[in-house]
């Protein structure tokens, strides 16, 4: 089945290391996002890719790092530099070309918690 | 930067009620979406609009695109308990997306 898959569901980590994020889609989509969300909020952009090796910072940047070496794939990095990381994340994707280009699809998202 | 007023924050239904809720905004949008959002899950996308005007259904869901394109609404009709959640939307243009904190749906106690 064509989707966006993130793992894992629920990740653990100890201040001050950094921790990857795994985001996976097969629906040939040219975008790709990661929000984050705390909560009560809505969803803050953190970085955005439009094409592969090439991505953008949004709204949050700081502390995060990405890379997009493939097209199915969008890992995100949350480094010791993240003062605040414990949050829900969600990685999305979208077809960039057309009107629809914003029509963003989410995975099942990954809750980070630091201990 | 862009912003999206979405109300109301939180909202108790009864089942058979019908719903309403919207989002406002400064700034023009070419696409408005609405999102559903069970806890611990990704949103799910629900009606997605395309042109000013637009009124949209999807089974007991409708959602219209304002004419002025700063503003969208979301009805649900004769709720059931399974709608809890929170409601999303979302403006779009130029293939950035610009979410709205959310509405929240509980059960009346």
């Known amino acids: 089945d064509g989707g966006i898959t993130q793992s894992p569901k629920y990740l653990f980590r100890k201040e001050g290391q950094n921790v990857t994020l795994s985001c996976e889609q097969n629906l040939n989509h040219d975008a790709m996002y990661w929000y984050r969300q705390d909560p009560g909020q809505g969803l803050r952009l953190i970085y955005y890719s439009q094409i592969v090796n090439d991505f953008q910072k949004g709204d949050i940047a700081e502390g995060y790092s990405v890379s997009r070496e493939k097209k199915e794939s969008f890992p995100l990095t949350v480094t010791s530099a993240q003062k605040n990381p414990t949050a829900f994340y969600l990685c999305?994707?979208?077809?960039?070309?057309?009107?629809?280009?914003?029509?963003?699809?989410f995975g099942q998202g990954t809750r980070l918690t630091v201990v | 930067g862009q912003q999206l007023n979405q109300s109301p924050q939180s909202m108790f239904i009864q089942e058979g009620e019908d719903v309403s809720m919207n989002c406002t905004s400064s700034s023009i949008f070419n696409t408005w979406l609405w999102y559903k959002q069970d806890p611990g899950e990704g949103p799910v996308l629900l009606i997605a609009l395309y042109k000013a005007g637009e009124l949209t259904s999807n089974g007991r869901l409708t959602a219209q695109f304002g004419i002025t394109r700063k503003d969208s609404f979301l009805n649900i009709s004769a709720s059931i308990p399974s709608d809890v959640g929170i409601y999303f939307c979302?403006?779009?243009?130029?293939?950035?997306?610009?979410f709205g904190k959310g509405t929240k749906l509980s059960v009346k106690p």
């Open positions: 999305a994707s979208s077809i960039q070309s057309g009107y629809r280009n914003t029509e963003a699809f």
């Open positions: 979302a403006g779009g243009s130029q293939g950035n997306l610009i």
